[in-house]
């Protein structure tokens, strides 16, 4: 146990130098951007007086380094700093916008995993097979069609045309979970592409595990079929995807943003969006501190979840 | 000078209507051009069948996100304008044809030298109960003037000199200027320069007004609610209540009015329009003459710095056929000058036509055969590479080779201000005083062709020190004819501004540009 525990270790202080290497590019980058938030805030309005008043207000004409300097020490103190444009502690923004988007990626991780699992397992039963061939075709043909068109064809056909389903989330503002119907259209896009790989690597794992020595042993002893494969050869099916899946968290708190214009979803990615055309910086340093030890956190528990299910393979730190 | 027609609550449309006739008869030039396009009927009642009260309405605006505020002075976009023109007052407001019309100003008489003037309160109330007094006025001001802060409406109130006002009474301000100003009232009017009580600082959890609706609740980049002010001194709207709501994207605000989930759309595309307009679905709205569009040529600079060159320019466009890509049709061909249909335009001046054999002698004269100039744009508005590239295909018709250069959408207005020679334009509504003011005296902060004049600087102070409003006609007919004939602005065209109603609003003001009082104005809407 003590090798685990020096690994974790090293996991950590990796992962805590990734996310401040992380902060500092974000910071670089939006300083690199042209225009500051005094310049987005004036639009179209360039009035040079009003300009610098409103650099000065925000403390904008102090040099790069000494606003970075300013905001870590706040960071080490738990705070995040205030936004430029509206003066609201950071922190608000990020627990406002948190709720929605976490909703979406836990709605989505939930139901991802069985239709994904159990189309891999199905098509690796049917290596070669029409059905394996069906679903094959079908999960790379989805997986390639860009989360914004299928967004907009859904949303046309389930409920502009049909009226089915609400076409977007306008109006319900946090509460979310009380208009479960305007929740499926982005869930269902949200799940295409993720369903669509993690059945594909299922599928790949589940053909080499089940061609394996051991499961080829296991059958030997007489061992029926469905325990087999469940019992048996999942597991080590399991390992590959668990990374996806990681990959896959990641990807829905970041990468929602699409689903949130398109749906009208207050979430993280609209005010990341928002916070990068204002050049709120503290917003968008918050938010990537917010995305670092996510992902840092996220590929942690992955590794262990691989560890767990396969401990034979050694885990790379 | 003039005193306000006194509203009366019962026909909200009555008083409109009686100052758009008054404002007919006492103006010259540019009110005559304004009879044509505004008529005389009161906009608040176009839609047909008697107000009906109560209902909640929904309308979906593009937004700020979580750094919205309900701080009218903080007032950028236009879902700020709107939720502020909801909550708050201000002292006058701007009618189609961007005069001045008095809202919480009863009246307002300037002194012989046009550097006093002391305005006169109408009777209302803050949402608190307590009176709008001078000292609210002057409360308000004072905070948006403040020096340390950057408020918008700041630049705007430049020329009043705020020391020296005073309270006289309970209900009079007499306000002091630094210069005679002939169009003080246009201050009152500004974009931002909304009436908040004395000593308000905290807006976003309790904002106290004298508008038409009350707060209910806030959460910024999301939704806005208030109810119905019942004490409104310009009459309780019909709408019980009224939320607003942001959705960024265009297909968001179009997709959750076509689907009910809202029943007005601010901002749509022609596009949408042409696709929507009349299949019964939703009602589509185009406020005519809304955003000027224009390409900004620097004066100061070469090629542009001789007016044969210029000239040139005005004559190598074919108008229609921007408006026709750039605007997909939704919009008016313009005429090189400022403010189609608004008081005082020019509208006597030929309207100016392609005529590629002049504009190719004019370049040869001028010494610019096989000019090359880079024309500036962006995203940043709608129409702009389309209009940038149009443009170029008709410049080379006159050998005239136009590279076009994309810029960042994020701080566009500040990079075109005072660097390049030849950029895309466009500018919202407001008086042709203040586009001159902002945009075409040596001061101006924004002059984004650089036109420096000392006799043109002359003539704007002089029309502000002119009483009599016929005389004052005649100076800006002056100024926009050498505008016509010189000036750096090529305004091409007049886009529409679209937005979409579901079929059971009523009252939406169908001739009001974006940013004067009847657009996205929600007390003299109801649901049928």
Not at chain 1, 292 to 311: E, F, K, M, S
Not at chain 2, 72 to 95: I, Q, S, V
Not at chain 2, 141 to 158: C, G, T, V, Y
């Amino acid at each position: 146990m003590t090798g685990l525990r020096s690994w974790l270790v090293r996991r950590v202080l990796l992962g805590a130098g990734q996310t401040v290497a992380v902060v500092l590019l974000v910071f670089a980058l939006t300083e690199a951007l042209p225009g500051d938030a005094a310049v987005a805030l004036a639009g179209d309005q360039p009035d040079p007086g009003r300009i610098a008043a409103i650099r000065e207000t925000l403390h904008l004409d102090r040099p790069a380094h000494e606003r970075l300097a300013a905001w870590a020490a706040g960071l080490l103190h738990g705070d995040l700093g205030t936004s430029l444009t509206s003066g609201r502690p950071v922190s608000s923004y990020l627990a406002d916008g948190f709720g929605p988007t976490l909703l979406l990626a836990a709605l989505t991780l939930l139901l991802l995993v069985p239709p994904a699992v159990g189309l891999g397992v199905l098509a690796a039963r049917h290596e070669g097979r029409l059905l394996d061939r069906l679903i094959s075709s079908v999960t790379l043909a989805v997986y390639a069609v860009p989360e914004f068109a299928f967004g907009v064809l859904l949303l046309t056909v389930f409920a502009l045309r049909l009226g089915w389903l609400p076409p977007t989330a306008v109006g319900y503002g946090d509460d979310l979970l009380a208009h479960p119907a305007a929740l499926v259209l982005p869930v269902v896009v949200l799940l295409s592409r993720p369903v669509c790989s993690l059945a594909r690597l299922v599928r790949a794992g589940m053909i080499e595990a089940l061609a394996s020595p051991y499961v080829a042993q296991a059958r030997r002893y007489g061992i029926p079929g469905a325990r087999l494969r469940y019992a048996h050869a999942l597991p080590n099916a399991l390992a590959p995807a668990a990374q996806q899946l990681a990959r896959t968290v990641d990807w829905l708190l970041c990468g929602v943003i699409v689903v949130e214009a398109l749906f009208v979803i207050p979430g993280l990615g609209t005010v990341l969006m928002n916070a990068v055309a204002e050049r709120d910086v503290p917003v968008i340093q918050g938010l990537a501190v917010v995305f670092g030890c996510t992902a840092v956190v996220l590929n942690l528990g992955a590794d262990l979840g691989t560890y767990r299910l396969v401990p034979r393979t050694a885990v790379a730190a | 000078m003039y005193e306000g027609p006194v509203p009366d609550p019962r026909f909200p449309g009555l008083r409109r209507r009686g100052f758009l006739a008054a404002a007919g008869g006492v103006a010259g030039l540019g009110a005559l051009a304004l009879a044509g396009c505004t008529g005389p009927a009161g906009d608040a009642a176009e839609g047909g069948g008697k107000p009906r009260r109560g209902g909640k309405l929904r309308a979906a605006f593009a937004g700020g996100g979580a750094s919205e505020t309900l701080d009218p002075h903080l007032a950028n976009l236009f879902a700020d304008a709107a939720r502020a023109k909801a909550l708050f007052d201000k002292l006058a407001d701007f009618g189609a044809d961007l005069a001045a019309e008095p809202r919480l100003a009863a009246s307002w008489e300037p002194n012989a030298a046009l550097d006093r003037w002391t305005v006169r309160l109408r009777k209302a109330t803050f949402h608190n109960g307590k009176p709008v007094t001078a000292r609210d006025v002057l409360y308000s001001f004072r905070r948006i003037a403040d020096p340390k802060k950057a408020f918008r409406a700041k630049a705007s109130l430049e020329p009043l000199d705020l020391k020296a006002s005073r309270a006289a009474d309970e209900h009079t301000v007499e306000f002091a200027l630094k210069r005679p100003t002939a169009e003080f009232p246009n201050i009152l009017a500004a974009f931002g320069a909304y009436i908040v009580p004395d000593g308000a600082t905290d807006f976003d959890t309790k904002p106290v007004g004298s508008g038409p609706f009350r707060f209910v609740s806030f959460t910024p980049g999301r939704s806005a609610v208030f109810r119905r002010n019942d004490d409104y001194w310009d009459g309780a709207p019909y709408l019980e209540q009224l939320e607003f709501l942001v959705a960024n994207e265009e297909s968001a605000r179009l997709n959750s009015l076509l689907g009910g989930q809202v029943e007005y759309a601010h901002e749509l595309t022609p596009t949408t329009a042409r696709a929507h307009e009349g299949r019964g679905q939703i009602e589509i709205v185009r406020l005519r003459n809304s955003a000027m569009q224009a390409f900004a040529m620097k004066t100061d600079r070469p090629p542009f710095d001789d007016k044969r060159v210029r000239e040139a320019f005005f004559l190598l466009t074919d108008r229609k056929e921007l408006v026709d890509g750039a605007l997909s049709g939704a919009g008016e061909i313009g005429n090189d000058l400022f403010g189609k249909g608004y008081e005082y335009y020019a509208d006597g001046l030929p309207q100016r036509e392609q005529d590629l054999d002049r504009a190719r002698h004019l370049l040869k004269k001028a010494g610019a055969d096989g000019l090359r100039v880079t024309l500036d744009t962006s995203a940043v508005a709608a129409g702009f590479t389309e209009s940038a590239a149009i443009f170029r295909d008709q410049a080379a018709k006159a050998g005239v080779r136009v590279k076009v250069a994309m810029g960042s959408k994020d701080s566009y207005w500040q990079d075109t201000l005072d660097s390049g020679t030849l950029c895309c334009y466009r500018s919202g509504a407001m008086p042709i005083e203040s586009h001159f003011s902002q945009r075409l005296l040596s001061g101006s902060t924004t002059n984004a062709t650089k036109w420096h004049h000392k006799d043109f600087d002359a003539l704007y102070q002089q029309a502000q020190s002119t009483r009599n409003k016929e005389d004052r006609a005649a100076v800006y007919a002056r100024m926009q004819r050498r505008l016509y004939t010189e000036g750096g602005f090529l305004v091409w065209g007049f886009a529409d501004w679209i937005l979409g109603t579901a079929r059971t609003v009523r009252g939406v003001a169908h001739r009001a540009p974006a940013n004067t009082l009847d657009w996205a104005r929600f007390d003299k809407v109801w649901l049928a």
